[in-house]
């Protein structure tokens, strides 16, 4: 008999594997941009959990090659704590700043892909890709948002994957279809995590090559409006059904000063937590 414990720990683990099976990068031009985000979460059943991370406010700034990512409001499952901001500094190196405690740490995807695998070890789990597919589609011309005349484009993506691990064999299939209101004269991409998406060591580089071949029929604009739809089925029993929309809710145009991506100098670099959300490890 599996504990609900038990079955928590691992469902949990499969989200994560899926979510970094489908962890992608978005483009940017060197412009300056300042835009509040307002993200909404509706979402139900046990695998629904990790899109609770990514309800609430955000403020983001970026020049096409830096930017800034502020979580401004108490977000209960903020994916990097609460009150934490996220450096990406010239398209190369991505740290989070932890103000409470004048701290901050490098954020390494490759890292997280790392731990996320050893999870999987040390559970005794194995995965396989049993089908996977994804395509965009151009939806065409989207409401005025801010001012700003937009396109509407979909990218739909189907992934499934069989896990086994001691005592239960799961066969997961994850469905998720983005709408993005790409504005058409504002030009800067909302930044990812990152520099980009690390490889993953769950999914064949044919499936990775094929996700990101559909990435780049996608514009490069800011998105405006998204609204992000995921359904999770462990064989034929649907197992989580999430919407996130966000919204841009203001939006300036202009330059920002070099310091707004800098780590500040009196705050002390410590260890990367095994993941976000956990705390950061003190030498």
Request: charged residues 15%; aromatic residues 4%.
């Amino acid at each position: 008999m599996i504990t609900m414990t038990r079955f928590a720990r691992r469902t949990t683990l499969a989200s994560l594997l899926a979510a970094a099976s489908l962890a992608t990068p978005l483009a940017a031009q060197d412009v300056g941009l300042t835009l509040t985000t307002q993200s909404t979460v509706t979402a139900t059943g046990p695998m629904a959990g990790l899109s609770q991370a990514m309800g609430g406010t955000t403020r983001i700034q970026t020049n096409g090659r830096s930017s800034r990512l502020e979580y401004t409001d108490t977000l209960p499952h903020a994916p990097f704590g609460v009150g934490a901001v996220v450096l990406t500094i010239d398209t190369a190196r991505t740290v989070v700043l932890v103000p409470a405690r004048r701290e901050y740490y490098t954020f390494d995807v490759s890292k997280m892909m790392a731990t996320v695998a050893e999870m999987q070890r040390a559970s005794g789990m194995t995965t396989r890709i049993t089908e996977s597919d994804v395509h965009t589609e151009h939806v065409g011309p989207g409401e005025t948002l801010l001012g700003e005349p937009t396109d509407r484009w979909r990218l739909a993506m189907r992934m499934g994957m069989a896990m086994a691990m001691p005592g239960m064999d799961m066969t997961i299939r994850m469905e998720s279809t983005t709408d993005t209101w790409y504005g058409r004269t504002a030009t800067v991409a909302t930044p990812s995590v990152g520099p980009g998406a690390a490889p993953s060591p769950f999914v064949p580089p044919e499936v990775q090559a094929k996700m990101m071949a559909a990435l780049r029929e996608l514009p490069v604009g800011t998105p405006m409006r998204k609204v992000v739809t995921t359904i999770t089925y462990n064989g034929d029993q649907e197992m989580g059904r999430s919407t996130v929309t966000t919204d841009v809710t203001s939006m300036v145009r202009g330059p920002i000063p070099a310091s707004t991506f800098a780590i500040p100098a009196d705050y002390r670099e410590v260890p990367a937590p095994p993941l976000p959300g956990m705390p950061a490890r003190t030498p």
